[in-house]
């Protein structure tokens, strides 16, 4: 099993939609959690800690489910600039882990 | 705020030769540093951790003689890429995290670096 694992996506969906994404892992010592976004050909950029008590950015909702060890992202009112591959990061102390990244495109 | 810088963001070179990346933290102190490899299309694979002063950890099958990473201060660590041939072609990204005061557990990602090997 995966330490860290994503939707495989790809999720296709039209302007305006709302999408989620979820992320399991497997250590349940696991301390912060995070959702980044890499466009194509680029680095990962942080989109959003994601806390215990759940939290949101605008458009964006973070949630974070410690009994089942998994985090969440909620996309509202999907715009094509959404397009990306969204990661979800776990890391305990100095380790961090990956998920495999779903990918997202918003067409018009 | 906290920036890692990666350099050359491009490079292209012959079979067999040898390839340098370094990996800069800008703003702060990074015992720690991680380095990934990312096929196209594929997700970020850790490949080593980087601790200044010691020796780097390799993760499971990534070749330690192939990949050579050297952390020889707190800003600074770099990846050789030994003897490339042409399926070392890939992605480069280098992360840093900023444990000082009020950074919390920020991950900064270098810009990356593109590496054709023909």
């Known amino acids: 099993r995966k330490e860290v694992e994503q939707d495989p996506g790809p999720f296709n969906v039209p302007e305006g939609a709302t999408v989620a994404f979820n992320c399991t892992y497997s250590?349940?010592?696991?301390?912060?959690f995070f959702w980044y976004r890499q466009d194509c050909r680029k680095e990962p950029k942080l989109l959003m800690s994601?806390?215990?008590s759940g939290n949101e950015d605008g458009r964006f909702t973070a949630q974070l489910n410690r009994a089942s060890q998994y985090i969440s992202l909620l996309i509202r009112d999907s715009k094509l600039s959404d397009s990306a591959t969204y990661l979800c990061?776990?890391?305990?102390?100095?380790?961090?882990?990956f998920g495999a990244g779903t990918r997202l495109t918003v067409k018009p | 705020g906290a920036v890692v810088s990666q350099h050359p963001s491009r490079v292209i070179c012959k079979s067999g030769t040898s390839v340098k990346i370094e990996c800069r933290s800008l703003?702060?102190?990074?015992?720690?540093m991680f380095w990934y490899r990312q096929f196209p299309k594929q997700s970020l694979m850790l490949m080593a951790t980087?601790?200044?002063?010691?020796?780097?950890?390799?993760e499971q099958g990534v070749e330690k003689d192939k990949f050579l990473i050297n952390h020889a201060s707190l800003t600074l660590s770099t990846l050789t890429v030994t003897s490339a041939h042409p399926e070392d072609s890939s992605f480069y990204i280098c992360?840093?995290?900023?444990?000082?005061?009020?950074?919390?557990?920020?991950?900064?990602f270098g810009e990356g670096s593109w590496l054709t090997v023909v």
């Open positions: 992360s840093a995290r900023d444990l000082g005061s009020g950074a919390g557990n920020t991950i900064y």
């Open positions: 250590n349940s010592a696991s301390q912060s």
């Open positions: 994601v806390y215990s």
């Open positions: 990061v776990v890391t305990m102390g100095l380790d961090m882990r």
């Open positions: 703003d702060f102190q990074a015992t720690t």
């Open positions: 980087s601790n200044e002063g010691s020796k780097a950890t390799y």
